[in-house]
């Protein structure tokens, strides 16, 4: 899991390793991809802090964002960090436009006012929209470059360079271009330096796997050689008990609601943050609570309303009020950046709590025998196609499909046959079956759910019982009062 990896990153940052040393004597790369919510920024920060604390290092910051105008931003925090870096062994301005005036070349000065460097009251950098021309950007990365030059020739420097996608699920190849061409600037100079026997540059690149471009860059080749590459996946199931077991109070995981865990494993999807979030607004909303024994112990007890049981009254929690969370915000990010129909299939599809088909969603706006057309069988199963491969839908298995078929009084093989004719899939996250459901009326929701039953019963459950009807009538039936007759002749 992520956090297993802590004492992978004190080996790699050690002096007896061979990775390590050279990530810190020499002057190394390392690669953290991965989502932000599977703990790619906190073990990033474990990285700097030791790279700082036990080597020295100077921290270096670069940030891009997946947002429109926002393409020059690594080049703006990476000077701004640059110059609080040499702030702590030269006397500078305050003012940071005036410090960069003051410390880049001539040739470059015309470029200062471009990237917007305005303070907040607290000291950090406005993110506003700074529109830049792309024949200036290799110039700003060149300015950038003199700048962690002079940085390094003091002292070794770590930097980070973080792409935050955010709540953003577009797809801006500007932005990616231009985070890219800042990482193999920085990567160049820390290989010249190296050859002319400067101070050493660790670069630590931070990036969702999505966004390495195909054939991969010469930063990430050079990490993947020297083995630093750090995968941040999912935590399987020990760990979130674990990590909920921690966050509560309770060691050894003693006192924990089996509703409680299974609702957190199937919401949290493996991410930490997630597991974090959902505590604390189960927490907040008393939907929980953690209870002293009097012997000293704690327990978790989930709060019941009456006449229901532990699972019913955490399924009955509006997880769409956490507006304020990233479980919610990347959620509904998600389903915004779906196209139309994609996205009418998710808002339906969460309708049915078990799998459904193409012909199911097809019965909610027009059915077969209401004269839907073949193309908007075909425009929903290539829908459904797309989101399997974004991994939002998966295939159903075989168990799913008998037991939705007992749904409608469907028994036997011929069912599954039936079923058969069309694939069927299955929501994901349960995450995602919670938004989509509240982003639809209760009305739209049973009349979809009622289409889809009638659709399944004419087409799926009615075949299969009239094919058992027919097998009945072709067996040769002998009635019992005959075989009574037959008896008491051969009796007499």
Not at 96 to 107: A, S
């Amino acid at each position: 899991t992520t956090w297993g990896n802590l004492s992978w990153c004190d080996s790699l940052l050690s002096s007896e390793s061979s990775h390590g040393s050279a990530l810190v004597s020499e002057g190394g790369v390392l690669v953290i991809q991965g989502l932000a919510e599977y703990g790619t920024l906190e073990l990033c920060e474990y990285v700097v802090h030791l790279a700082v604390q036990k080597h020295g290092m100077a921290p270096v910051f670069s940030c891009s964002r997946a947002r429109p105008g926002q393409e020059v931003n690594p080049l703006k925090e990476l000077c701004a960090s640059c110059v609080e870096s040499l702030r702590q062994s030269e006397q500078l301005p305050t003012d940071l436009t005036e410090v960069l005036m003051q410390l880049v070349p001539e040739q470059f000065r015309d470029l200062v006012p471009l990237l917007g460097l305005d303070a907040e009251l607290d000291g950090t950098l406005k993110t506003g929209i700074v529109h830049v021309d792309e024949e200036k950007v290799p110039r700003m990365i060149e300015m950038a470059m003199v700048l962690l030059e002079r940085l390094a020739m003091s002292r070794p420097c770590v930097v980070v360079c973080n792409y935050a996608l955010g709540s953003n699920r577009m797809s801006l190849h500007s932005s990616r271009r231009a985070y890219w061409q800042v990482v193999e600037a920085i990567h160049q100079l820390r290989e010249r330096l190296r050859g002319q026997g400067g101070k050493p540059i660790a670069l630590v690149i931070v990036v969702p796997e999505s966004v390495i471009p195909e054939g991969s860059t010469e930063s990430v080749e050079f990490a993947k050689a020297n083995h630093c590459v750090l995968n941040c996946e999912k935590m399987d199931r020990t760990s979130v008990l674990e990590y909920m077991a921690c966050l509560l109070g309770l060691p050894g995981g003693q006192g924990l609601p089996d509703a409680l865990t299974e609702y957190t494993i199937a919401l949290a999807d493996g991410s930490p943050h997630y597991v974090q979030e959902i505590l604390v607004e189960l927490r907040s909303g008393n939907a929980i609570q953690v209870i002293d024994d009097p012997h000293g112990s704690k327990r978790v007890e989930v709060v019941l309303p009456e006449g229901k049981s532990e699972r019913q009254a955490l399924e009955d929690v509006e997880i769409a009020n956490w507006i304020h969370t990233s479980m919610v915000g990347q959620c509904m990010s998600l389903l915004e950046s779906l196209d139309p129909d994609e996205a009418a299939v998710v808002k339906m599809s969460a309708v049915f709590l078990g799998p459904f088909s193409v012909p199911d969603l097809a019965a909610s706006s027009s059915s077969l025998w209401g004269g839907a057309l073949r193309v908007d069988l075909l425009r929903l199963f290539k829908a459904c196609l797309q989101l399997r491969k974004k991994e939002i839908l998966e295939d159903a298995t075989v168990d799913e499909l008998d037991a939705s078929a007992h749904e409608i009084g469907s028994k036997g093989n011929a069912h599954l046959e039936s079923m058969a004719e069309f694939p069927h899939f299955k929501l994901h996250s349960l995450l995602l079956r919670k938004m989509a459901q509240s982003m639809t009326l209760e009305q739209q929701r049973l009349a979809i759910k009622r289409q889809a039953l009638v659709n399944r019963v004419i087409n799926q459950g009615l075949p299969a019982r009239m094919e058992n009807v027919r097998k009945n009538r072709a067996n040769q039936h002998i009635p019992y009062y005959y075989l009574h007759m037959e008896d008491a002749t051969l009796a007499r």
